[in-house]
């Protein structure tokens, strides 16, 4: 009797380890799972954010000039693929990671039905035991072969689970390393290859922006803002703009050339003048002495 209290004793201690198995996949399982998908979510939701700044700067690249236009545009396209990968990424994360750890509950809720039944088995066993020593106390009689028939077929019976159930830990312990190492070398992998991806396009992407030619795309904006016969109007208000100083200079010598010039026709007319009286005086003796002749 001692012995099957001890076989009892040990076989409580086994199913309280295995208890112990199932609670703490359950809690760290449970962890992993809502953490991997709200870290999907959370990817999706990038992905989203990701689409609208693509559209803002399509939006954006359409006003600018021809240079910016066509590297903010060839921008936006890689960033546009690189998205398409990142749906890829979510959707794998979501097939390969949440969706094995989310399976974990109905393997969880199995292994406690397997639990249960052991228990039971055990429990109905440690009763037959007690009543078993109870007859013995009492009568004993005849009674007690048929309270140890009794016994024995419950120890039967909870050994026979017991050894079950140990298969059936054993197998989830095989099973849950065997998962692990799957799920994260899955997530490891998607990631890598989403990233490795990333880094061809983002690399991409920054060549595009530097080729943007800023020198030309410049004297675009330049050319946009001042109509072709600039230049000549330019140099017309040059010669317009000249300073005070230049002006009252030229002024000045306009001046003295005007006077100049009256000057020199002032004296034009006093020499005119002169001549025609000397031809008066010359036509007058002439007359004179035509007269003188007459007489």
Request: aromatic share 6%; hydrophobic share 30%; charged share 35%.
């Amino acid at each position: 009797m001692m012995l099957l209290g001890r076989g009892l004793d040990a076989r409580d201690n086994q199913t309280r380890q295995m208890q112990d198995a199932v609670s703490n996949v359950e809690k760290h399982f449970g962890e992993l799972c809502q953490i991997f998908a709200g870290y999907v979510r959370k990817t999706a939701r990038l992905r989203d954010k990701a689409d609208l700044l693509v559209n803002e700067i399509y939006a954006y690249a359409a006003t600018e000039t021809p240079n910016l236009k066509v590297g903010l545009k060839n921008f936006a396209d890689e960033f546009s693929r690189l998205q398409d990968y990142r749906q890829a990424e979510v959707d794998r994360l979501e097939a390969k990671v949440v969706e094995p750890l989310k399976c974990y509950g109905t393997i969880v809720k199995l292994k406690r039905d397997d639990l249960r039944a052991t228990l039971t088995a055990k429990s109905r066993e440690a009763k037959q035991l007690s009543q078993l020593e109870k007859t013995r106390q009492r009568n004993p009689s005849d009674l007690h072969v048929i309270a140890e028939n009794e016994l024995q077929r419950a120890t039967m019976d909870a050994t026979r689970t017991t050894r079950h159930l140990e298969e059936t830990i054993d197998n989830f312990e095989k099973q849950k390393i065997r998962d692990i190492k799957n799920i994260f070398s899955e997530f490891i992998t998607i990631e890598m290859l989403f990233h490795g991806k990333a880094l061809e396009i983002y690399t991409a992407a920054y060549q595009n922006i530097q080729n943007i030619d800023e020198n030309e795309d410049l004297e675009v904006f330049r050319s946009s803002l001042y109509p072709p016969d600039y230049q000549s109007r330019l140099d017309i208000v040059r010669a317009n703009s000249k300073s005070p100083l230049q002006r009252t200079g030229s002024s000045k010598s306009s001046l003295r050339t005007a006077q100049i010039s009256h000057r020199m026709l002032r004296k034009d007319e006093e020499e005119d003048e002169e001549e025609e009286e000397d031809d008066e005086e010359d036509d007058e003796e002439d007359e004179f002495d035509a007269t003188k002749e007459v007489r």
